[in-house]
């Protein structure tokens, strides 16, 4: 399967799902979390979890950017852009991130210049346009984008832009899916791997998953029919009693990733001793600062920032839902007090996070891939 | 590219979702590449994350960075 129509193929589809129905156990119920939140959106889009038996139950996880950013952090950025002279960029959905002072959009309603860009090269040309002003970039998310933070750093130093700076709030993947495999609420069997995140990290970083936890992971791409497949793979894997890391993505994923994109990160970043995820606390290692030789480029060191712990409101529940043991739907003020125009927790705000996607297309049904999408 | 573009509520932020799109190379500009789509919407992209790039090339592009290159027969090199 190589063209994207191939992925999208309505007969295909109906033949997979038969044939992972035909693998599933009778009476047994099988819990497998897609890590990534461009899943989550894909699954809710085309209706891929209509296609699945009901004994599949695709479990949510923690892999979306904006979804893990505590409201700390939102403030953070915020008492950045406030100083003097200072230009605040970040990606789009950023903007909307409820922190305990306000979004992003809210902060330039009092007057401050948060400006979206698409690329953190984007940020480092509105430094050079504006020598006079302080630029900052506000980087959130995965493997998948911190090569491009490292690679647009590495040309600032190239080029001596010196009022460009970095608010690194970059996460890692592994140690998030650690906490959840320690976490004594959820039993899962499977994961679906992050497709973009492993186009970097590779495939390998997985294996403890399959060692350790004796549970199969399958890394997937996006289409439909990626995710079907990747079930699939898994079912084949639970049905033969194995557990491996299998790569289901294979057309952009390689199993030692990306080396250059490695080498750029390693050479900017090295790991935080400890990040503070929404929802999931404080995990060790889990996030990205800048190494000693780029530390001049750490927004966090030019400037002075409050740093302080926000609780999330009383109604929110997006710790639960991050760790899959909430659906959306089932929090209190899902689709009343919160919905995408008025989020009050993150996973509503970026339609990769869980609660903004089963919003936008959790009300199609079967349907769905046969009549809108095929 | 534009906001309405990259970021909407139902198609999402590109940048955000771990979204990668594939791009082709039409033109070559020292480290980056003035990229097309299918559609033929233009994007420049910086190259130096997967290596020299030629004209017609398949580039797996976030954020306006490439972080693969897109083999002709679909096949990653291992
Ligand atoms: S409905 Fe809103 S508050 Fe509740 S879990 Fe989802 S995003 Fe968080």
């Known amino acids: 399967m190589r063209f994207v129509d191939e992925y999208r193929d309505p007969d295909l589809a109906r033949a997979l799902s038969a044939q992972i129905a035909a693998l599933t156990e009778p009476g047994r119920h099988y819990k497998v979390m897609e890590v990534c939140g461009g899943h989550t959106h894909a699954i809710y889009r085309y ?114 832009v010196e009022n460009f700076s970095v608010m690194c709030s970059h996460v890692t993947i592994i140690p998030a899916i650690k906490a959840i495999l320690d976490s004594p609420d959820l039993r899962l069997d499977a994961f679906i791997g992050p497709g973009h995140v492993s186009t970097v990290i590779g495939c390998r970083p997985y294996e403890f998953i399959a060692r350790e ?46 080396p250059l994109a490695l080498k750029a990160l390693s050479q900017v970043f090295e790991l935080r001793p400890f990040f503070e995820w929404r929802g999931l606390g404080s995990i060790p290692q889990s996030a990205l600062r800048f190494t000693a030789g780029y530390a001049r480029f750490d927004a966090e060191q030019r400037f002075e920032l409050p740093g302080v712990q926000v609780a999330d409101p009383k109604a929110c529940q997006c710790g639960e839902v991050l760790k899959g043991v909430l659906k959306p739907w089932e929090c209190k003020v899902f689709g009343t007090a919160c919905t995408p125009e008025t989020p009050i927790g993150t996973c509503m705000v970026s339609s990769e996070g869980a609660c903004a996607a089963y919003y936008n297309y959790g009300q199609y049904s079967r349907q769905r891939l046969d009549l809108q999408v095929l | 590219m534009s906001f309405g573009e990259s970021c909407s509520a139902t198609e999402g932020c590109i940048t955000c979702g771990d979204t990668a799109i594939v791009l082709t190379v039409v033109s070559i500009d020292d480290a980056d590449a003035c990229c097309q789509d299918a559609t033929g919407r233009t994007e420049r992209v910086a190259t130096e994350l997967v290596g020299p790039v030629e004209i017609g090339d398949r580039l797996l592009v976030h954020a306006g960075v490439a972080i693969e290159l897109l083999p002709h027969d679909g096949v990653p090199e291992a």
């Open chain 1, 213 to 258: 936890h004796g549970k199969p992971v399958v890394c997937a791409g996006f289409e439909p029919l990626d995710v079907l497949q990747s079930v699939h793979m898994i079912m084949r894997q639970l049905a033969e009693s194995r557990c491996e890391v299998e790569n289901q993505y294979g057309r952009v994923v390689r199993w030692d990733g990306n």
């Open chain 1, 47 to 160: 209706g891929v979890h209509d296609l699945l038996p009901d004994n599949i139950e695709l479990v949510h996880g923690p892999g979306c950017p904006v979804c893990v950013i505590p409201m700390g952090r939102v403030d953070d950025g915020i008492a950045i852009a406030e100083q003097p002279g200072v230009i605040l960029t970040c990606f789009g959905d950023m903007m909307r991130v409820p922190g305990g002072r306000g979004s992003f959009l809210e902060a330039n309603a009092r007057g401050a210049d948060i400006r979206m860009v698409y690329s953190p090269l984007d940020a480092l040309r509105i430094a050079r346009e504006n020598p006079d002003r302080q630029v900052v970039f506000s980087a959130i998310g995965f493997e998948t984008t911190a090569p491009s933070t490292a690679l647009t750093v590495l040309r600032a130093e190239q080029e001596g």
